[in-house]
Every structure is written in structure tokens, then in C-alpha cells.
């Protein structure tokens, strides 16, 4: 169990030190694009306001308090799971 910690800890990281960098660092907010190895590897600046393809992309706070709850009961049950 205490793998699972280390591993989810060191993922979660991971994942805010690379969206620190290329966002805040190589400017992709100011800039919008970085093409890395176009065009397979292009970064662009987008914002998602729904689940997937502008899914409940209402802008209520209940759309967003359902998606925290679903997403906790993902991760509980996941939790058990292992």
C-alpha cells in the first residue's frame, strides 16, 4: 500500500512540474503554440470547460460539484480496489 502513495504522489508531481513548465516557463499562455516536432508533437493552448468534447459544459456549479463527487467515487473505488 504504501508503493501505491509513492507512486501516486511521484505521478501527481510529475504531472504539475510539466504543466508549470510548459505553460508558465516556455510562455504557452502568452504564446498559444509551441511547436515541438510538428506535426506530431504541437502543444496548444486550449481550455476545457466540459468533460470530453465540451460534454456539461455548463458553467453551473452543480455540473462541477457532480463531476468532483463522480470522480472522488472513481478514485475510492479504485482505492479499494487495491
Not at 498559444?32 to 486550449?46: A, E, L
Request: aromatic share 12%; proline share 2%; charged share 10%.
Amino acid at each position: 500500500m504504501r508503493r501505491l502513495w509513492i507512486i501516486a504522489a511521484a505521478t501527481f508531481a510529475l504531472d504539475q512540474i510539466t504543466k508549470l513548465l510548459v505553460v508558465q516557463v516556455a510562455g504557452l499562455i502568452s504564446r498559444g503554440t509551441i511547436d515541438v516536432f510538428p506535426p506530431y508533437v504541437v502543444f496548444r493552448m486550449v481550455w476545457n470547460r466540459g468533460v470530453n468534447f465540451g460534454l456539461m459544459a455548463g458553467d453551473g456549479a452543480l455540473t462541477k460539484w457532480i463531476l468532483i463527487g463522480v470522480a472522488l467515487a472513481i478514485s475510492g473505488w479504485v482505492l479499494l480496489w487495491m
